[in-house]
């Protein structure tokens, strides 16, 4: 799996925080979004790939792709 989150497009909502069953996002401490807040950064050991973060994500900022598409 390949986790993308696009900085140009990220505003730190944290939609895609509140909404991980695995709790494998949190903000990143030096990855700045559009606005200057703190951009995500996951935990890709802890994921299990659900997608509800790329689903709701109002900005289409992250997007994830599995390695064998």
């Known amino acids: 799996m390949q986790f993308n989150n696009h900085l140009a497009l990220c505003?730190?909502?944290g939609?895609?925080?509140a909404i991980?069953?695995?709790?494998c996002l949190q903000y990143h401490q030096q990855n700045k979004g559009v606005y200057g807040q703190n951009a995500i950064d996951i935990d890709l050991?802890?994921?299990i790939q659900c997608r509800q973060c790329e689903s709701i994500c109002p900005d289409a900022a992250i997007t994830i792709s599995l390695k064998d598409q």
Not at 20 to 23: D, E, F, L, R, S
Request: proline letters at 8%.
């Open 20 to 23: 991980c069953p695995k709790k």
């Open 15 to 17: 939609l895609c925080i």
């Open 45 to 47: 050991n802890k994921c």
């Open 11 to 13: 505003k730190g909502c």
